[in-house]
């Protein structure tokens, strides 16, 4: 049973930085990309950031430059370094992994979700 788990949400002053984590646990897994969605309150769900397993990133045109996607593949975990946080941040912060475990296919799984809220 694949799962993520997400840790590092929390609450910061505008201008201010978090780091998210998203660990993937599991038997003989092997992850293809990674990535990072958000999702505000009454709006939809969007893509933040993601990493292909080479390392090869894409952001959204509104956290380019402010934010960071990484990956450590010997622990399975992927990170999201948040710089110059904005109020309009403020979302559910959702880690997603196209990922394989016993089987040959790629599935892609979600975490829970960590909330970060940026106040003005």
């Known amino acids: 049973q694949v799962q993520l788990v997400e840790s590092g949400g929390g609450l910061v002053q505008a201008g201010g930085s978090l780091r998210l984590s998203c660990a993937a646990s599991?038997?003989?897994?092997?992850?293809?990309?990674m990535a990072w969605y958000r999702q505000a309150p009454g709006k939809q769900r969007e893509l933040v950031a993601r990493i292909t397993s080479d390392g090869i990133t894409n952001y959204a045109a509104s956290v380019k430059g402010r934010f960071t996607i990484s990956r450590d593949n010997a622990k399975n975990t992927v990170y999201l370094q948040m710089n110059s946080l904005k109020p309009e941040d403020t979302a559910v912060y959702y880690c997603?992994?196209?990922?394989?475990?016993?089987?040959?296919?790629?599935?892609?799984?979600w975490g829970q979700g960590t909330q970060v809220t940026v106040s003005s």
């Open positions: 599991g038997s003989r897994l092997r992850i293809g990309f």
């Open positions: 997603n992994g196209n990922i394989a475990d016993v089987g040959p296919w790629y599935v892609d799984y």
